[in-house]
Every structure is written in C-alpha cells, then in structure tokens.
C-alpha cells in the first residue's frame, strides 16, 4: 500500500497534467489502429504515452496504478510483436484503462495511500481485462475464441454505484450536464437521420458523449462511463467514415439516450438502485453500439415502458435549458419573494429623493436667514453701532454661509447617490423579472425527435417547424405548455397529416408540414399549431356529436362552427372510430383546454377541408409583472392592463350626447357608451369638474365602452401580488400590487369589468334591488344559469321561464361568482368548462360561502365520465345533469326535484 508519506503531493498537479496529456494521445492512437497501414509505429506510440504516465507515477510516487501501467504496456508490446490490430473489444479495453488512469489522477492524496474499494475494484477488473489480452495469439481462430470469452464478460458485468457517497451539489451539476449533452445528441441525430451527413454534428455528439463519461465518471456511475464510451466509439468510427449512421441505428442510440436521462428523474441516493435494475439494459445496449461500430447486423434493444422514469413522452417533450451560462437551479416561489422585495426596495429608493427634496426646502429657508442677516448687518451698519457688534454679526453670516455650502455639498452628495440608487434598483427589478422569462425553445426540445418517431410509426412523412423559438416566456407559463403542445401536435400527426399517397392524390406534397410558432401581440402571448392536412368535416363534426348524444337534435342544428370545434377538446370526445395507440380513447385535447384555463388563457380553433387545422392559444406574456395605466378614481389608486385598453380620449363636457336615459360619445362613426368607473366600484364620487374628462375605452371589435376616471397619472410596470384566498373573487378587480412610492393600488380585471358594465347598461342590477313595483315577483322562483355558451344559455332560459321561474344569467365562472352574491337566488345551474373560472371553482366557492351554501347547485356538462361526476359531486353539486340527455323533461324534472315548481 502506498505511504501517503511517499507520495510527493507537491508534484501532484504535474501528474494530473500529464496524465490529461498523454491520455488524449492514448484515445487519438487508439483510435487509428483500425484505419492505419503503420502498425508497429501506432503501438510504439502507445507504448511511449504509457512509459511516460508510468514515469510520471514514479516520480510522485502513486505505487497504486503502477501495475495496471506496466501490464497495459506489455499488451502493447505483445500486440506489436504479433502485428494484430486491436478489434472492438480490446480497444475498448485499452479506453477503460486510460479511463482508469483519469480518475486516479483526479484523487486527493489522502485516497491515493489508501484506496477506497471501489477504486481497488478497478484496478483488479482492468488487470483481469489486461491479461485476458495478453493472453491472445497469432491465430484468428485464438482471437476469435478469446473475443467471444471476452464479449461473454462483458455481457455478465455487475457494474457498480457509490451512491451512498454522492455528492448532492455534484450530482445536480451531473444531471444538467447529462441533459444538455442527451439534447444535444437528440437534436444532431435528428439532422444525420434527415441525410444531412456533416462532421461537425458528429463531432459535437463525439464531445457530448464524452462529457457524459467525464461527468459520470467523476460521481462514479460505472455503467454510465462505458455505455457512454461506447456510443463515444461510434460517433468516432462515424466520423472516420467506417460507418455511416442509419435510421435503425439512430433509433436505438435515441433508445440509449431514453435510458440515460432516466437518472435526471432520481435522486442520488436512488442511483445505485437504478444502476443494478438496469445493469441488464446497460450490457445491451452497450453489445448494440459494439455491433453499430463494427457495422454488423444489430439485434434492437427494446426498453419496456414499465421501466421508464419517466415515460419515453415526457421525456421526448420535456423541456430543458441549453444555454452557454452556468444555470442555477431557482425555485419559483423564491423569485417571487425576490419581486416583492425589489418592489420593497423601489419604495425605499424612492424615499432618498423625497428626502432631498426636504433638503432643498431646508436650504430656501436657510437662505431667507441669510437674506434677513444680511438686512440686519444693513441696519447695524447704517446706525453707527460699535465695531463688537459689527464683529458678532459678521461671525453670524460667515458661519450661516459655511453652513450653506455645507448644505449645498451635502444636497449633491445625496443626489449623486441617489441617482446610483435609482440606476441599480432599476437593474435589479429588470434582472429579477428577467429571471422570470425563458425563451420558448425550453418548451419545445424533443418536438422534432417525437414527430420523427410518431410519423415513422405511422408511415407518413412529417416536417415540424418551429417559429419564434426565442419568444420570452413567463416560466410558470412555460412549464404549463408542455402536455398541451405535446398532445397538439400528436394530434396533428395522427387525425390531420395524411400518408404520402393520400397527400400525392390530393396535389399535395408527400411530406406534410407543422408549424409552431409563438409570438408577442398586444401584450399577450399568442402560440398557434397548425399542419396542412386534410382538416376537420365541419357536417361529420356535427353528427359525430348526435351520435354520441351530446346535444338533440335542435341544439345541433344551431350550433356554430367554433362552438362544434369546441367539443374536440371535451373529454372522452374523439373522431376516430377505432382505438390506436395514439387515438380514439378521447384522451389528448381535453388537456390543452385544462392548461389553458390554469393559466387564464384562451383558445380558438379553426379548420378547413383539406386545408388544415389551426390552434390558437392566447395566454398572459407573464403572470407577474404587466405594463399598467395607473388612474385615480374618487382619490383612490387603480391601474388598468395596458393590453387591454383600446385607446384613450380626452373629451369635452359637450361632446357627451344622451339617448334614451344614457350618455355616450361618438369616435369614428361609432358610438361608445359612458359610464363613470366609480359607478361600477359602487362608490361615491364628486360631479366632474373642469372642461377635459379622461376616459378610457375598452372592449372588442363587437362593443366598446367608455370609462370616465376622475385622473389620468401615467404608465406603471406593475409587479402583481395576489390578493389573500380568504377574500375570495372581488368583483372587479384581479389583483394588487405597491406603487414606487408605497401606495397600494387595484387592478382591473377587464373582462370583470366589461361584464359588470353589460349588467349596468341592461338594467340587471337595478331589476335586483326592486322590481316589485311594476311586476308582483315575491312568489316566483329565481334561477341563475351560468354558461359561457351562448346557445345553452339561452336555451336552458326559454325552458325555465317557459314554466314560469325567473332566470338571470352568467357567461362564466367569474360573472356568476358577482352575480350570485347580488341577489337571491333557489337554484344556481352552471357549466363546468368556462374560462376564468371553471365551474368546480365556482360551485366550491358557493359551498364555502356561510350566506350561498345553503342554495341547491346543479351541474350540467358535456363530460359524462363517472369520474367527472364524482369530482362535481365532490365540489357539492347537488345534481349532475349531462348535456347527452339534455332533453326538456329531463332538464325541468331536475329542477323540480330540487327546488319545486316556480310558484309555491
């Protein structure tokens, strides 16, 4: 055993260097035996490399690799003697020695005098290897002989994992490097499987698997290092042209990689299990990449799914980070305690200048004294008084002026300052929402492999293209769009692309084509997938869902082309009549609707025969931070989302027009309604005063209104703070946030707002508060129908107020949320898919309200899976009802049951 007294740890350095030296010389020589004419020349290297690592030892002393040196020395000289070249086996033989030698060199020197266990395996199982290559003779026959006891070995390999003595900090570094170089390999096998033969690619992918190596080596996951080291091999055979890398091959090295990144998903302490669990498929795979270098027939290594952590589909989509900086791992709960302090920050910079400006006050004061003792000294002087006083206010002055000009250096100190202050608070708050954004690719590695493997599987020929990949996304967005672009673009591939046939007879090209892009349009993120395939038949649509019985017949009739589009995101919900692998289990899309409505986005869907199929989703540019009007209402702050306002006007007192009892404006020929924001708030506030009145115009293309502010302060950047769950939805408003200056300002939930302006204009409000006096209601039954589908709404209306019950109705979650707690109401129906607010959301909130609970809610809904049921039930819904037998009886007996007739 080596004293550790011995070893000169002096010299260590230069050892390691060496060894990196030489052992790159080592791999490059090794790598040419197979190609080169000059045998005896390529061994005479080896053998000088390796007398050089051995002198090296000497010199410092490490007593514990010295017999693997020597032994790797006599191989060489044995093999030189003989004139063999090495084959696959014993080459690789030679790189796990050399691999050897770089991890002894990267020990301290403590582990050098006393080797732990596993290093001590090492070394025996390479001089086990090393004699086995001694051992080879002149004779093909020999070889062969000795290749195939060889290969058995390696078949039969135990390889090991110090879990237990993982490092965590170096194995997180470990599985970032591990990710970035699979993604890599990934991305370029992509491009060589589209004929696309550069060297560089293969170089890259040769680097990539060879930091895989390192970096296991380093944690000491040995079945890691030599699967690594033999997908290394081929790359390198690839690119010395012995080889040429086919789609049989390229599927099984993406089959290599689906392996390798399972150990991202583990802990450290789980490595060692998972080493001896997949020992089995590490020998395989590494019998495989042998058999792809040697350019033999391969036998397909098959990973059973069960064994997948996770599946080969969120793998394929996962998202990842690939950057030229060094990542650190941030959870997004500490970014957003990072946004409320910078805010915290921003108040407290802002107090400095507040404070200078005290200062300035100070010194007009402080110059008015001066003013008055210069005045002073005036009268002393023109009165003869005697030279002591003469001298007493002279001294005043001359002290009072030093004080000034202390001041005024003070004051400029303090400016300097606070400028700085205001510059680096400004930076931070950039950094820190910047530290929100990712660019849109993370959601996107791993499309081209899955449509590669998806298309191949289903004989069609498919292109994806990707746009805007370096679009900025909030990352909470970001991690939200994965299932649902995943799923799309699945679907896109199965129901829309067509084979090349099908494509050829049509006059299409044979290759079909899906484009993701993603954009910034008004400050919103707006993401759309479209393929040209052969679309959707909006008429099939239309009795695929009469057979299934979603809707009567009458319904069916009326429904439009977006509202028939919409059922292929329910659930259960598919065209397809056969159940495949990919289809017909009505599992997919309904996933995309769900993500969306996490994140409050919107969806729309269109299509045309043989055309294709679009998917537009529109979601928040971020959830944290948006660009904001502040405005004063009645000496209150609130803030209105810059995205969704219109436009703003300054108008006269005698632009206002009246029709019919209500105020409003005309801009371009268009009449835009009126109404003052404290209104809606239910507020007090003063008459308008002064000829300009501010107004700001919201809405959509279908209708605009006007809101009158009593101040228009100016444009903010806002970070969002969500308001305490104990409130509730606060009709209205979506949020909060601090103003530089400390104060606390609103913000407008626009669509809220746009609801509550309907329910003004269209009397609903004031019909609530008292209609008994020209209507004798005390004895009807009221009835709120909460649906954001026009053509529900107005039917479930008809067959309610046709047997006599009073109805009001909700277009979502939200409006019915307002609605429900303004009036009172013996029977709420509502919806579960609406945007804003889905309707367990709503029903859950109505069953923790003291005053609400007690009102009987029905559900009725497209979905009639058990499981849905349940989870209706389970939010409290006192009936479930779905629209597959929505039929007049069916519909009122419910009601009834519930609640009783209308009158009673």
């Not at 957003?336 to 200078?356: C, D, P």
């Not at 995309?592 to 529109?618: F, P, W, Y």
């Not at 009645?634 to 810059?642: C, D």
Request: aromatic fraction near 4%; charge should be negative; proline fraction near 2%.
């Amino acid at each position: 055993m080596t004293d550790k007294s011995n070893i000169n740890e002096s010299m260590l350095d230069l050892f390691k260097a060496e060894i990196d030296t030489q052992s790159e010389k080592l791999y490059s020589f090794i790598n040419q035996i197979e190609s080169t004419d000059d045998l005896s020349a390529t061994y005479e290297s080896l053998i000088n490399s390796t007398r050089a690592i051995k002198g090296a030892a000497k010199l410092v002393h490490v007593d514990i690799i010295m017999p693997v040196i020597e032994l790797q020395e006599s191989v060489f000289s044995h093999y030189q003697s003989i004139d063999i070249k090495a084959d696959k086996l014993s080459s690789d033989i030679f790189k796990s020695t050399i691999d050897l030698f770089i991890q002894i060199a990267s020990l301290p020197a403590n582990k050098l005098s006393t080797p732990e266990s596993k290093t001590e395996t090492s070394i025996n199982s390479c001089l086990d290897q090393l004699n086995i290559l001694l051992s080879t003779k002149n004779t093909d026959k020999a070889a062969d002989d000795k290749n195939n006891e060889n290969q058995k070995a390696v078949e039969d390999t135990q390889f090991y994992s110090t879990a237990e003595n993982i490092d965590p900090e170096m194995f997180q570094l470990f599985c970032t490097e591990l990710q970035n170089s699979v993604d890599t390999i990934n991305s370029n096998l992509l491009e060589i499987d589209n004929k696309n033969q550069d060297n560089g690619l293969l170089e890259a992918m040769m680097r990539a698997a060879h930091s895989i190596k390192g970096a296991a080596r380093m944690i000491g996951i040995e079945g890691v290092v030599k699967l690594a080291h033999s997908m290394e091999d081929v790359f390198v055979a690839a690119q010395n042209r012995k080889i040429e890398l086919q789609t049989d091959s390229i599927d099984q090295i993406f089959s290599c990689n689906d392996l390798l990144i399972q150990i991202e998903f583990l802990d450290e302490t789980e490595v060692a299990q998972w080493t001896q669990d997949n020992t089995h498929y590490i020998n395989q795979f590494i019998q495989l990449l042998t058999q792809i270098h040697n350019g033999q027939t391969i036998i397909p290594v098959k990973l059973e799914q069960d064994s997948l952590t996770p599946t080969n589909d969120d793998i394929s989509s996962g998202a990842s980070t690939q950057t030229n900086d060094n990542m650190v791992r941030v959870s997004t709960s500490r970014i957003n305690k990072l946004v409320g302090l910078a805010g915290e920050l921003t108040v407290s910079s802002n107090w400095i200048r507040q404070y200078s400006d005290s200062m300035l006050v100070l010194k007009r004061k402080h110059n008015d004294i001066l003013d008055q003792i210069d005045r002073l000294r005036s009268v002393i002087e023109d009165n003869n008084h005697s030279e002591h006083e003469h001298k007493l206010i002279t001294g005043i002055q001359h002290k009072a002026e030093d004080y000034r000009d202390e001041i005024t250096s003070r004051l400029m100190s303090l400016d300097n300052f606070d400028r700085r202050s205001s510059s680096i608070n400004s930076q931070i708050n950039h950094e820190i929402i910047a530290s929100r954004m990712r660019p849109f690719s993370d959601s996107t590695q791993g499309f081209k492999r899955m449509v590669r493997d998806i298309s191949g599987s289903l004989n069609k020929i498919v292109q994806l293209h990707i746009e805007g990949e370096d679009t900025p996304v909030d990352r909470d967005i970001l991690e939200k769009l994965d299932a649902p672009l995943n799923h799309m673009i699945r679907n896109a591939i199965d129901h829309g692309i067509e084979t090349p046939d099908e494509r050829l007879l049509k006059g299409k090209p044979e290759s079909g084509t899906i484009t993701v892009s993603a954009s910034h349009q008004s400050g919103r993120l707006r993401i759309q997938v479209k393929d040209d395939g052969k679309g959707v038949d909006i008429e099939d649509l239309r009795d695929k869902i009469l057979d299934k019985k979603l809707v009567n017949a009458n319904m069916a009739e009326n429904l439009s082309k977006t509202e028939l589009l919409d059922f292929l995101f329910l659930p259960s919900f598919s065209t397809r009549s056969e159940v495949t692998e990919l289809s017909g289990r009505g599992v997919g899309l309904d996933i995309v609707h769900s993500a969306l409505q996490e994140v409050r986005g919107k969806l729309h869907a269109d299509t045309e025969i043989d055309q294709g199929m679009e998917i537009n989703m529109e979601l928040p540019l971020t959830l944290s931070v948006i660009r904001s009007l502040m405005v004063s209402i009645s000496e209150e702050l609130y803030a209105f989302p810059l995205a969704k306002i219109q436009s703003l006007v300054t108008i006269k007192k005698q632009d206002i027009s009246i029709f019919e009892d209500k105020q409003y404006i005309s801009i371009d020929n268009k009449h835009i309604g009126l109404i003052h924001c404290a209104q809606i708030l239910g507020i007090n506030h003063s008459s308008l005063e002064g000829d300009d009145i501010p107004v700001i115009i919201i809405g959509d293309w279908n209708m605009s209104y006007g809101l009158v502010v009593d101040k228009l302060i100016g444009e903010r950047g806002l970070a969002l703070r969500t308001l305490n769950k104990k409130l509730g939805k606060i009709k209205d408003i979506s949020s909060a946030a601090i103003t530089d200056d400390g104060e606390p300002v609103l913000v407008f939930d626009i669509d809220d707002l746009k609801q509550s302006i309907h329910d003004i204009i269209s009397g609903k409000d004031l019909y609530k508060v008292g209609s008994s006096n020209t209507l004798d209601t005390s004895q009807q039954k009221r009835v709120l129908v909460v649906d954001d589908s026009l053509t529900v709404r107005e039917i479930e209306k008809k067959l309610l107020e046709s047997r006599g019950y009073l109805v009001d109705i909700a277009i979502d979650g939200v409006d019915g949320w307002n609605t429900v707690r303004n009036a009172d109401y013996d029977l709420v129906i509502s919806d579960i898919d609406m945007p804003r607010m889905n309707g367990i959301e709503f029903i859950t909130m109505i069953k923790n309200d003291a005053a609400l609970r007690s009102i009987p809610v029905m559900m009725v809904s497209y979905k009639d899976r058990p499981e849905d049921k349940q989870k209706g039930l389970e939010a409290g819904a006192d009936y479930y009802l779905t629209k597959g037998s929505f039929h007049d009886d069916t519909l009122l007996d419910a009601v009834i049951d519930l609640i009783g007739e209308a009158k009673g």
